[in-house]
């Protein structure tokens, strides 16, 4: 197992949630690292990204909210989730950017009222 990601819960919306997910890999410091979502019935999709570097990308949907972090001594990336709605109900999970590793087992989160 390659990553562990944690975190999620049940949220009303307008609620924040903060993610993590642990790496195994000895080259986490040298990754460029996504958090990405599934929700029932669609693909999965990126919704940030930051390079090993520190160059951060977000979804169009999630800018401004959401906010990517990473501690590379202690192979951990993080996920802060604020003004969370409805639509930001899935999956989350974590992995490297490009080539893809095995997926972990990911961590639910769901927004409803």
């Known amino acids: 197992v390659q990553f562990v990601e944690s975190g999620g819960g049940l949220v009303q919306p307008g609620g924040s949630l903060r993610l993590t997910c642990t790496s195994s890999?000895?080259?986490?410091?040298?990754?460029?690292m996504g958090w990405y979502r599934q929700a029932p019935g669609k693909q999965r999709e990126m919704v940030a990204s930051q390079t090993y570097d520190g160059i951060k990308n977000y979804l169009d949907s999630v800018k401004g909210r959401f906010t990517i972090s990473r501690n590379n001594a202690e192979n951990t990336l993080w996920l802060q989730m604020n003004s969370l709605k409805f639509e930001d109900t899935a999956v989350y999970y974590c992995?490297?950017?490009?080539?893809?590793?095995?997926w972990g087992q990911g961590t639910q989160v769901t927004v409803s009222s």
């Open positions: 992995n490297t950017v490009g080539l893809e590793r095995p």
């Open positions: 890999r000895s080259v986490f410091s040298l990754d460029d």
